[in-house]
C-alpha cells in the first residue's frame, strides 16, 4: 500500500467499498494513523477481511495484487495488540528482504499513535544489531524465514507469546522453496495462534499448507486464475535477432518516453547489462539485482520511495512485492517463461484504480507465453512498431541535445563559443565535436551520481562481487572466520525452481562478454525492424545473445574463450575488477556508435 495521491479517488469493485475505517472496532489512535496517510474508505480486500481477522479467525485470501493487501493484514494484527506489551505477539513473514522492510515501514506509519515496536529482520545484515533490538521487546516482527530461522535457534527470538502470524505473497514465498523453513517455524509457534494467509494466488503448496496449519479457516476468494490485470494498456514490440535487445529497448525508451518503469529482466546477466547501458547513456537508471550488497540494495529502494529514480532494473526475486506510488510503467525486457509472472510484474502499475502501461519486448522465444496471456488471461496486446533509422537517431539526438540544455546552467561556456564555431570549419571539426561530446556525457553522469548520492551500475556490481566473492588476499583469516551456527542463512537464495534470479544454464543463452556485447552493437547501423529481415546469402544469423565470430579475430577470440581461467580470474583473464573496468571502457566505445 504506497502513499496515496490526496486528489486520487479510486474506482473500480477491486479497489472501493461501502464501508469507512470509522465504521469497523478500530482504536483512535489506528484511525488518526489511518487518516494521517490520507486513507479513509478501505479497498474491498480491506472491507472483507477486518471483521473475521479482528475476532481471531483464521483467513486464507486470495486477491488481485495492488488492492491494498498490506493494511488487510495489518490493521487487525495490529489493532490485537496491547499497547506497551514488549513481547514479540505477531510475526509476518515476507518471500524478499525489500518487501519485510516495505511492510514494516507500512505498518509503523499506521501505528505512529500507538505504543508497538515493530522490527525488520532479514538476510545480508549483520545479526548482531537485529539482537540487540529483540532483547527490547518488539511487538511486532516482519522477517524473511530464513533470518527468522537464524534468530529461533539462537534463541534471540522468543515464539511463546505470538498470537498472529501472517503469510504475505504466500504463494511466491514457497515456489521460492520456503516451504519447509514456513512449516518450521509454525510449528515453533503456541497452538491456537492465528494464521492470516495473503496470496495473488493459490498454489497446492498453499492449499498444503493451510490444510495442515489452520483451523476452519475463512476463505476468501477476490480473484480467479484467469482475472485479467485491469487498468493496465499492454503494448508489445516484435523484436528481431538482427538487432541486439539492449538497443531495441534504448529505442523503445527513447520513443515512449515513460515518466518511470520498473525495467523487468529475467536473468541478473540481463538486468546488469541493461543498468550499465542505460547508465551509460545518460539515463537515470538504478540496478536491483540479488548480486548487490544488501546496503547498496536498500540505498536504491530508498532513492526509488524517494522519487529520485526514473528506471529501476531488476530481476524478480528482487522487486517482489514491491511497492512503488504512481509508477506509469512497467516493461519487460524478455516475457517472463511463467505467464503468472507476467500478471505479477505488471501489477506494479496500475494500483488502486490509477491507470498504468505495461510495454513487453517479445520474440520467438517466449511465443509460448505471449499466447496464454492472450487467450487464457485475454490481454489484448497493442502490436507497435520501431522506428525507422531517420527517426531513431532524431530521437536520439533530441534526448541528448536536452541532457546538454538541462546542464548548461551548471557551467559557463559562452567564452567557448568562438571555438565551436571555428570547429565546424576544421576537417577534423566532426571527430572532436564527438569526443567532447563523450567527455561531456562521463563528466554528466559522474556529476548526476554526485549530487544523488547514487552508485553506477558497474561499480555497484563490483562493490557487491567483491563483499560475496573476496579475492584469497582479501579472505579472512580461519580464525576470523564466524562459526557456522553465526553465519547468516541464503535465505533468498530461490531453488532450481526459481530460476527467474539466476544464471541460466542448458540451451539458455550464457551472459554477453564484453567483446560480443561491443561487437554486437557496433555492428548495428540502423533501427530495429519489428520482424526479423531475411540474411543476404552467405551471413550467419548470430543468436541474440552473441555475435557471430568470423575470419582469425573470430577464431582468436574462440582461443580465448577455451583457455581455461586460473582462479580469481574474469574474461580474458583479467580480474574481476579489472574486467568490470574494461567493461566501462567499451560501454563508452560502443554508445559513441550507438
Given at each position: 500500500?504506497?502513499?496515496?495521491?490526496?486528489?486520487?479517488?479510486?474506482?473500480?469493485?477491486?479497489?472501493?467499498?461501502?464501508?469507512?475505517?470509522?465504521?469497523?472496532?478500530?482504536?483512535?489512535?489506528?484511525?488518526?494513523?489511518?487518516?494521517?496517510?490520507?486513507?479513509?474508505?478501505?479497498?474491498?480486500?480491506?472491507?472483507?477481511?477486518?471483521?473475521?481477522?479482528?475476532?481471531?479467525?483464521?483467513?486464507?485470501?486470495?486477491?488481485?495484487?495492488?488492492?491494498?493487501?498490506?493494511?488487510?493484514?495489518?490493521?487487525?494484527?495490529?489493532?490485537?495488540?496491547?499497547?506497551?506489551?514488549?513481547?514479540?505477539?505477531?510475526?509476518?513473514?515476507?518471500?524478499?528482504?525489500?518487501?519485510?522492510?516495505?511492510?514494516?515501514?507500512?505498518?509503523?506509519?499506521?501505528?505512529?499513535?500507538?505504543?508497538?515496536?515493530?522490527?525488520?529482520?532479514?538476510?545480508?545484515?549483520?545479526?548482531?544489531?537485529?539482537?540487540?533490538?529483540?532483547?527490547?521487546?518488539?511487538?511486532?516482527?516482519?522477517?524473511?524465514?530464513?533470518?527468522?530461522?537464524?534468530?529461533?535457534?539462537?534463541?534471540?527470538?522468543?515464539?511463546?507469546?505470538?498470537?498472529?502470524?501472517?503469510?504475505?505473497?504466500?504463494?511466491?514465498?514457497l515456489s521460492m522453496g520456503f516451504f519447509e523453513d514456513v512449516t518450521r517455524i509454525l510449528d515453533a509457534t503456541p497452538d491456537g495462534r492465528q494464521i492470516l494467509l495473503?496470496?495473488?494466488?493459490?498454489?497446492?503448496?498453499?492449499?498444503?499448507?493451510?490444510?495442515?496449519?489452520?483451523?476452519?479457516?475463512?476463505?476468501?476468494?477476490?480473484?480467479?486464475?484467469?482475472?485479467?490485470?485491469?487498468?493496465?494498456?499492454?503494448?508489445?514490440?516484435?523484436?528481431?535477432?538482427?538487432?541486439?535487445?539492449?538497443?531495441?529497448?534504448?529505442?523503445?525508451?527513447?520513443?515512449?518516453?515513460?515518466?518511470?518503469?520498473?525495467?523487468?529482466?529475467?536473468?541478473?546477466?540481463?538486468?546488469?547489462?541493461?543498468?550499465?547501458?542505460?547508465?551509460?547513456?545518460?539515463?537515470?537508471?538504478?540496478?536491483?539485482?540479488?548480486?548487490?550488497?544488501?546496503?547498496?540494495?536498500?540505498?536504491?529502494?530508498?532513492?526509488?520511495?524517494?522519487?529520485?529514480?526514473?528506471?529501476?532494473?531488476?530481476?524478480?526475486?528482487?522487486?517482489?512485492?514491491?511497492?512503488?506510488?504512481?509508477?506509469?510503467?512497467?516493461?519487460?525486457?524478455?516475457?517472463?517463461?511463467?505467464?503468472?509472472?507476467?500478471?505479477?510484474?505488471?501489477?506494479?502499475?496500475?494500483?488502486?484504480?490509477?491507470?498504468?502501461?505495461?510495454?513487453?519486448?517479445?520474440?520467438?522465444?517466449?511465443?509460448?507465453?505471449r499466447k496464454v496471456l492472450e487467450t487464457v488471461h485475454e490481454i489484448p496486446f497493442q502490436l507497435r512498431e520501431f522506428p525507422d533509422a531517420e527517426t531513431a537517431v532524431?530521437?536520439?539526438?533530441?534526448?541528448?541535445?536536452?541532457?546538454?540544455?538541462?546542464?548548461?546552467?551548471?557551467?559557463?561556456?559562452?567564452?567557448?563559443?568562438?571555438?565551436?564555431?571555428?570547429?565546424?570549419?576544421?576537417?577534423?571539426?566532426?571527430?572532436?565535436?564527438?569526443?567532447?561530446?563523450?567527455?561531456?556525457?562521463?563528466?554528466?553522469?559522474?556529476?548526476?551520481?554526485?549530487?544523488?548520492?547514487?552508485?553506477?551500475?558497474?561499480?555497484?556490481?563490483?562493490?557487491?562481487?567483491?563483499?560475496?566473492?573476496?579475492?584469497?588476499?582479501?579472505?579472512?583469516?580461519?580464525?576470523?572466520?564466524?562459526?557456522?551456527?553465526?553465519?547468516?542463512?541464503?535465505?533468498?537464495?530461490?531453488?532450481?525452481?526459481?530460476?527467474?534470479?539466476?544464471?541460466?544454464?542448458?540451451?539458455?543463452?550464457?551472459?554477453?562478454?564484453?567483446?560480443?556485447?561491443?561487437?554486437?552493437?557496433?555492428?548495428?547501423?540502423?533501427?530495429?525492424?519489428?520482424?526479423?529481415?531475411?540474411?543476404?546469402?552467405?551471413?550467419?544469423?548470430?543468436?541474440?545473445?552473441?555475435?557471430?565470430?568470423?575470419?582469425?579475430?573470430?577464431?582468436?577470440?574462440?582461443?580465448?574463450?577455451?583457455?581455461?581461467?586460473?582462479?580469481?580470474?574474469?574474461?580474458?583473464?583479467?580480474?574481476?575488477?579489472?574486467?568490470?573496468?574494461?567493461?566501462?571502457?567499451?560501454?563508452?566505445?560502443?554508445?559513441?556508435?550507438?
Amino acid at each position: 500500500m504506497s502513499e496515496p495521491d490526496p486528489e486520487w479517488v479510486p474506482t473500480g469493485a477491486d479497489y472501493v467499498s461501502d464501508r469507512a475505517f470509522h465504521d469497523f472496532p478500530l482504536s483512535a489512535e489506528l484511525l488518526r494513523g489511518l487518516s494521517d496517510m490520507g486513507y479513509r474508505m478501505p479497498t474491498p480486500v480491506q472491507a472483507a477481511t477486518m471483521e473475521p481477522a479482528l475476532a481471531g479467525a483464521d483467513l486464507l485470501v486470495r486477491a488481485k495484487t495492488g488492492t491494498g493487501k498490506t493494511a488487510a493484514f495489518g490493521i487487525p494484527l495490529l489493532e490485537r495488540i496491547a499497547n506497551g506489551r514488549r513481547k514479540p505477539s505477531g510475526l509476518i513473514l515476507a518471500p524478499t528482504r525489500e518487501l519485510a522492510q516495505q511492510i514494516a515501514d507500512e505498518l509503523t506509519r499506521i501505528a505512529q499513535y500507538r505504543d508497538l515496536s515493530i522490527v525488520a529482520l532479514y538476510g545480508g545484515v549483520a545479526i548482531g544489531p537485529q539482537a540487540d533490538a529483540l532483547a527490547q521487546g518488539p511487538e511486532v516482527i516482519v522477517g524473511t524465514p530464513g533470518r527468522i530461522l537464524d534468530h529461533l535457534g539462537r534463541r534471540t527470538l522468543d515464539p511463546s507469546n505470538i498470537g498472529t502470524i501472517v503469510l504475505d505473497e504466500a504463494d511466491e514465498m514457497l515456489s521460492m522453496g520456503f516451504f519447509e523453513d514456513v512449516t518450521r517455524i509454525l510449528d515453533a509457534t503456541p497452538d491456537g495462534r492465528q494464521i492470516l494467509l495473503f496470496s495473488a494466488t493459490i498454489s497446492p503448496d498453499t492449499e498444503r499448507l493451510s490444510a495442515r496449519y489452520m483451523r476452519d479457516p475463512v476463505s476468501i476468494r477476490l480473484s480467479t486464475d484467469a482475472d485479467k490485470v485491469e487498468n493496465i494498456t499492454h503494448v508489445l514490440y516484435e523484436t528481431s535477432t538482427e538487432f541486439h535487445k539492449v538497443r531495441s529497448l534504448l529505442y523503445l525508451l527513447d520513443l515512449e518516453n515513460p515518466t518511470s518503469a520498473i525495467i523487468f529482466c529475467n536473468t541478473r546477466e540481463d538486468a546488469a547489462t541493461v543498468a550499465t547501458f542505460l547508465d551509460r547513456q545518460g539515463l537515470d537508471a538504478q540496478l536491483l539485482s540479488g548480486e548487490l550488497t544488501q546496503a547498496r540494495r536498500n540505498a536504491v529502494m530508498a532513492r526509488v520511495k524517494a522519487g529520485e529514480v526514473r528506471f529501476l532494473v531488476s530481476t524478480d526475486v528482487a522487486s517482489r512485492g514491491i511497492d512503488i506510488s504512481d509508477l506509469s510503467h512497467v516493461i519487460n525486457y524478455a516475457l517472463p517463461p511463467d505467464p503468472a509472472v507476467y500478471l505479477h510484474r505488471v501489477g506494479r502499475t496500475g494500483r488502486i484504480g490509477k491507470h498504468g502501461t505495461a510495454i513487453s519486448l517479445s520474440g520467438g522465444a517466449d511465443l509460448t507465453t505471449r499466447k496464454v496471456l492472450e487467450t487464457v488471461h485475454e490481454i489484448p496486446f497493442q502490436l507497435r512498431e520501431f522506428p525507422d533509422a531517420e527517426t531513431a537517431v532524431r530521437m536520439r539526438v533530441e534526448r541528448q541535445a536536452e541532457q546538454i540544455r538541462s546542464a548548461m546552467g551548471t557551467m559557463v561556456f559562452e567564452a567557448l563559443l568562438p571555438t565551436a564555431r571555428a570547429l565546424r570549419e576544421r576537417p577534423d571539426g566532426d571527430q572532436l565535436v564527438a569526443a567532447a561530446l563523450r567527455a561531456f556525457f562521463q563528466w554528466d553522469r559522474l556529476r548526476r551520481a554526485a549530487a544523488t548520492d547514487a552508485l553506477d551500475p558497474a561499480a555497484a556490481l563490483r562493490e557487491g562481487r567483491g563483499e560475496s566473492a573476496p579475492r584469497r588476499e582479501e579472505r579472512p583469516r580461519r580464525e576470523e572466520r564466524p562459526r557456522r551456527d553465526e553465519r547468516p542463512r541464503r535465505d533468498e537464495r530461490p531453488p532450481r525452481s526459481a530460476r527467474d534470479d539466476r544464471p541460466r544454464r542448458g540451451n539458455a543463452a550464457p551472459p554477453a562478454s564484453v567483446d560480443e556485447l561491443d561487437a554486437l552493437l557496433l555492428s548495428d547501423d540502423a533501427a530495429p525492424a519489428s520482424a526479423a529481415p531475411s540474411a543476404p546469402a552467405g551471413a550467419t544469423n548470430a543468436p541474440p545473445h552473441v555475435s557471430a565470430d568470423t575470419g582469425a579475430a573470430g577464431d582468436a577470440k574462440k582461443k580465448r574463450r577455451r583457455r581455461r581461467r586460473k582462479p580469481g580470474e574474469g574474461p580474458e583473464g583479467n580480474t574481476p575488477d579489472a574486467a568490470d573496468d574494461g567493461a566501462i571502457d567499451d560501454f563508452d566505445a560502443l554508445l559513441s556508435e550507438a
